[in-house]
């Protein structure tokens, strides 16, 4: 299906437990980018990771890629309430600088 | 971190208008900018690429007489939603990306809403 058209997964936890969100890609990429929006808002960049690299951190935030399965996750550690938004990943392809957005994550922190 | 402005963030128009909405790189220049749309709950769908001081690139199924692109400076692109209808009634964000290369972030302006009645 076009890209975009499936509805986001969605989570809820706890403040203070890990929140996990995957994403998946079809097409060979030169980086993959998560990306943070708040509802009604625009979108705000949270963690780059190249094509070279396998994992990455920022902060409270924990990056996998793995190439060979087309896929990344995002890790949130000690969620806290602020972290409720919608997450995406978006991949960055060679000889191409658009990004192409996957189907989003909504995560709702339960105070 | 660089900063892209939208505006207006929020517009309602009756059905048959036409609609400009602004997107300016208030700290960089921007040869590139994109434009996309996201429906309530959804991605965001690319829908053309502004290039300054030519035409726009369209993605396939979107109407470029319909949503008019013009980047006529290194800072400001603009996206015209001409003779309005409901249907077009959904979320517009801009973004671009400093330098216009990969393996940079982009940058986001703050969404533009706009409810066609």
């Known amino acids: 299906s076009q890209q975009g058209e499936e509805d986001p997964q969605a989570l809820s936890i706890q403040e203070g437990e890990n929140a996990t969100m995957n994403c998946s890609y079809k097409?060979?990429?030169?980086?993959l980018q998560w990306y943070r929006q708040n509802s009604g808002r625009g979108l705000v960049h949270l963690i780059l990771?190249?094509?070279?690299?396998r994992e990455k951190h920022s902060g409270r935030l924990r990056v996998t890629l793995d190439t060979s399965k087309k896929s990344s996750s995002l890790l949130i550690t000690a969620s806290r309430a602020a972290d409720t938004a919608s997450y995406f990943c978006?991949?960055?392809?060679?000889?191409?600088?658009?990004?192409?957005f996957g189907k989003g994550n909504q995560v709702v922190v339960i105070p | 971190g660089a900063v892209v402005s939208q505006h207006p963030s929020r517009v309602i128009c009756k059905s048959g208008t036409s609609v400009k909405i602004e997107c300016r790189s208030l700290?960089?220049?921007?040869?590139?900018m994109f434009w996309y749309r996201q429906f309530p709950k959804k991605s965001l769908m690319l829908m053309a690429t502004?290039?300054?001081?030519?035409?726009?690139?369209?993605e396939q199924g979107v109407e470029k007489d319909k949503f008019l692109i013009n980047h006529a400076s290194l800072t400001l692109s603009t996206l015209t939603v001409t003779s309005a209808h409901p249907e077009d009634s959904s979320f517009y964000i801009c973004?671009?990306?400093?330098?216009?290369?990969?393996?940079?972030?982009?940058?986001f302006g703050q969404g533009t809403r706009l409810t066609v009645v």
């Open positions: 973004s671009a990306r400093v330098g216009g290369s990969v393996n940079t972030e982009a940058f």
């Open positions: 097409t060979s990429i030169n980086n």
């Open positions: 978006a991949t960055d392809s060679y000889g191409n600088n658009r990004l192409a």
């Open positions: 502004s290039n300054e001081g030519s035409k726009a690139t369209y």
């Open positions: 700290d960089f220049q921007a040869t590139t």
């Open positions: 990771i190249r094509s070279n690299e």
